[in-house]
């Protein structure tokens, strides 16, 4: 349970606090910021190797 004030949205509290919204409105769940700079740093990174990327995605759906 997060404690707000009425001046502030839940999404912009957990922003404030370093964490993404999963809802717009009322989130029962928030991601590390951080987590997702580094997914979008291994996703611009593994982009050179669409191989690599394509069999590791196959290899986690099967």
Do not use: D
Request: charged share 5%; with cysteine.
């Amino acid at each position: 349970m997060v404690l707000s004030c009425t001046c502030t949205s839940l999404p912009q509290l957990l922003l404030h606090s370093g964490l993404f919204p999963t809802a717009p409105s009322q989130p029962c769940l928030a991601i590390s910021v951080e987590l997702l700079a580094f997914c979008q740093a291994l996703f611009e990174h593994s982009c050179n190797s669409i191989n690599t990327l394509s069999s590791a995605l196959n290899t986690h759906y099967e």
